[in-house]
């Protein structure tokens, strides 16, 4: 998370006069994670290829149906390993979290064919919890951020986000901010009447 | 026996055009809601030019075969360290 300006960010929907205070994407290390695992799984195939090649005779003869064999698996797996990458950055990049003064818009990118968006009135927030557990979250300071409603049973949850602690303190804060804003004009309001 | 090295290149063609439809739903969820910023375009390019770099290097690697003329089979079988094994015991 950066905590950098960000009024002039726009969503689809957003009103003029809506603030957004926060725009939150999973921690880089989550990311990160993810895509060492797929670079290893692309060494594996280049430590198999050097032994084969030095200990063996297989792909000694290029039109062998072996070596035909070898190299198309070879580069189908390559480029299921960039698609798996690929894909793992998409999930990244399209799951976001946007807190406004009013309101948290979360749209989740679960799978190809799966898109979820989900909102949230600050002003319906019972409880915000978060948990920091692992190594690396502990380290680099990411966690799960758990936002309980008044009315629903399910949870809000965003995971690995940056600054966990910082970033649910800062919801409850805003949560007061509109809890106040709205008693202070519901009690004017009163006084009018 | 042998058999033709035309039909991996079909399965090697197939499995390349799952490739094509899930890395175009990719394509479409970045265009449709990452609306086209830096990194989405620059991610995407860099996707873009892995997939051509593996795909000529796998058909630079086979630039020798000849897809039509069949390939006897004992080509594997015949291989020379497993006839050493073979020739040991």
């Known amino acids: 998370m950066s905590m950098t300006d960000f009024k002039n960010f726009y969503f689809p929907g957003k009103p003029v006069n809506e603030d957004v205070v926060m725009v939150l994407r999973r921690h880089k290390m989550a990311l990160a994670n993810k895509l060492f695992i797929f670079v290893l799984g692309g060494l594996a195939p280049i430590v198999v290829y050097t032994l084969v090649v030095t200990y063996t005779v297989l792909l000694d003869d290029d039109t062998s149906l072996i070596f035909i064999i070898i190299v198309l698996l070879a580069g189908i797996y390559y480029l299921y390993i960039i698609l798996f990458m690929y894909h793992a950055w998409v999930d990244y990049y399209l799951d976001i979290w946007i807190i406004t003064e009013e309101r948290i818009i979360a749209t989740e990118q679960k799978g190809l064919f799966n898109r979820e968006v989900s909102e949230l009135r600050l002003s319906r927030i019972q409880d915000v919890s978060c948990v920091v557990k692992g190594f690396f979250p502990t380290i680099f300071k990411y966690g799960s951020i758990h936002v309980q409603t008044a009315s629903e049973s399910d949870r809000f949850n965003f995971g690995e986000v940056p600054n966990a602690v910082e970033v649910s303190r800062k919801i409850l804060a805003l949560h007061e901010k509109l809890v106040n804003k709205n008693m202070g004009s519901t009690k004017q309001h009163t006084r009018t009447e | ?89």
């Open chain 2, 1 to 89: 026996m042998s058999i033709s090295p035309f039909i991996f290149l079909m399965v090697y063609a197939v499995a390349a055009l799952i490739f094509v439809v899930l890395a175009s739903m990719n394509f479409y969820h970045v265009i449709r809601f990452g609306h086209l910023r830096a990194p989405s375009i620059i991610v995407s390019l860099i996707f873009l030019v892995l997939t051509v770099t593996i795909v000529l290097t796998t058909f630079g690697q086979l630039s020798s075969v000849i897809w039509d003329e069949n390939i006897p089979l004992n080509i594997i079988i015949n291989l020379p360290f497993t006839a050493d094994v073979d020739d040991g015991f």
